[in-house]
């Protein structure tokens, strides 16, 4: 069931999700080579936890850490560990904080050091396809509409549209219906009404959409290798459009 939320919910739900904004800006000057990922975690449970919050992915459903930390041709999902960062990747780093029972969620692919043409125009591309989904979202369109904005602007740009993952409702849980794909048909899926909260996260490779999954049961690839890169935003629909609750 689809839920609305109440003028206190969303000011819960303002309060994680600008939680989450500030560890991401936190984080950024220590996106580095020679970090490693795990010590990213570890920074960010400390700031998450100086906030008031609690990390929203660790435990959740077995995951083991704060963040998401995937770099290259990993898509989603990556556990923190002893990887180092090199010069030329690129990261993609999902938070989520949960404060007072509600939930804030975001991920933004970041560049470590100097990166090649290829992955600059990923990121790109990538970040612009979630601002064309995020225009479509007011009460009286449908996910079908955001879906369609933004595969239509990544295949202009020939970039794969990862299929098996979606957005998604945010709110007591962090992840809850409806879902919001990343592709679909103008005018199709459920109704955009005030009040909805939801996270838009393209995926996007530098190759083909084809993925598949690590033997750790979390951690996702590009099947071809090519980069991938993951931009996100919880945003709720608003009277006359939507406002981005991950944000400043």
């Avoid at 963040?67 to 030329?88: E, F």
Wanted: some cysteine; glycine content about 12%.
């Amino acid at each position: 069931m689809i839920s609305l939320k109440s003028d206190r919910e969303i000011e819960l739900l303002r309060k994680a999700g600008h939680i989450v904004y500030l560890t991401h800006q936190y984080l950024k000057p220590y996106v580095k080579e020679g970090i490693t990922t795990k010590e990213l975690d570890r920074l960010a449970e400390e700031f998450i936890r100086s906030q008031g919050a609690t990390p929203s992915f660790k435990g959740y459903e077995g995951f083991p850490a704060t963040l998401c930390t995937s770099v290259n041709q990993q898509v989603v999902h990556g556990i923190p560990g002893n990887y180092r960062l090199k010069n030329g990747d690129i990261i993609s780093i999902d938070i989520g904080a949960c404060y007072k029972g509600y939930h804030g969620d975001s991920a933004w692919t970041y560049a470590v050091g100097e990166i090649d043409e290829e992955k600059k125009y990923l990121m790109e591309h990538t970040e612009k396809a979630l601002f064309q989904g995020l225009a479509q979202i007011k009460p009286g369109n449908r996910i079908g509409d955001i879906g369609h904005a933004i595969e239509t602007y990544a295949k202009e740009h020939h970039l794969g549209v990862v299929e098996e993952l979606v957005g998604h409702g945010v709110g007591t849980n962090v992840h809850e219906e409806p879902d919001v794909p990343n592709y679909g048909r103008p005018g199709t899926g459920p109704l955009l009404r005030e009040g909805m909260v939801i996270a838009v996260e393209p995926m996007l490779n530098l190759g083909s959409k084809e993925i598949c999954m690590l033997d750790d049961d979390w951690t996702v690839e590009t099947m071809d290798g090519s980069p991938s890169a993951h931009f996100e935003h919880t945003v709720a629909v608003t009277k006359d459009g939507y406002q981005i609750m991950t944000g400043e």
